[in-house]
T-cell receptor, first 113, second 114 residues
């Protein structure tokens, strides 16, 4: 399949370590945010979402943090595994009550064995 | 549950030619999205349908792109005529309905315009 994100920012993490991927979103009116994972040759896959009335949300091995003051999202992956290697995108809904998703530029995560 | 199906997976055409992409969403999903993903970038929403009606097409280049979802199920996206800058992956996604519902993406169609 094609390569996603040939020139994206890259985060290299040792297997078993924790990963933190950051995203600056653009619209202060956005009130719903999603993190996606995209493997080469595949479409994006939903990981976790968060609404603006929350600061933190946890899933299985993943945590999303939202800082509305500085319009910043982060995705934390615990005990990173080789299968976590992919490009990660954050997306925002653009304005309150709408769902016209705006994707960020993405970060490539490389897990080192 | 079957996922979102797209075809073809790859397409190579010359500029000024026409091309069409097909998408079959997950059964029962009312909302369907078409995205354009240029290499190295995040997906950009082109058009969003709720059943067979258009919810948003503000970023669709309407002079050359068109999309339809006549029976509220399958959808086609057409480009006529294609330009070099249309080279991208075209992703289809569906969700249960419009709102804070998980979008499920298909594998995409990679278009190369030469």
């Amino acid at each position: 399949g094609e390569s996603v994100g040939l020139h994206l920012p890259t985060l290299s993490v040792q297997e078993g370590d924790n990963s933190i991927i950051n995203c600056a979103y653009s619209n202060s009116a956005s009130d719903y945010f999603i993190w996606y994972k995209q493997e080469s040759g595949k479409g994006p896959q939903f990981i976790i979402d968060i609404r603006s009335n929350m600061d933190k949300r946890q899933g299985q091995r993943v945590t999303v943090l939202l800082n509305k003051t500085v319009k910043h999202l982060s995705l934390q992956i615990a005990a990173t595994q080789p299968g976590d290697s992919a490009v990660y995108f954050c997306a925002e809904n653009g304005s309150s009550g709408t769902y016209k998703y705006i994707f960020g530029t993405g970060t490539r995560l490389k897990v080192l064995a | 549950e079957a996922g979102v199906a797209q075809s073809p997976r790859y397409k190579i055409i010359e500029k000024r030619q026409s091309v069409a992409f097909w998408c079959n969403p997950i059964s029962g999903h009312a909302t369907l999205y078409w995205y354009q993903q240029i290499l190295g970038q995040g997906p950009k929403l082109l058009i969003q349908f709720q059943n067979n009606g258009v919810v948003d097409d503000s970023q669709l280049p309407k002079d050359r792109f068109s999309a339809e979802r006549l029976k509220g199920v399958d959808s086609t996206l057409k480009i006529q005529p294609a330009k070099l800058e249309d080279s991208a992956v075209y992703l289809c996604a569906s969700s249960l309905r419009t709102g804070a519902y998980e979008q499920y993406f298909g594998p995409g169609t990679r278009l190369t315009v030469t």
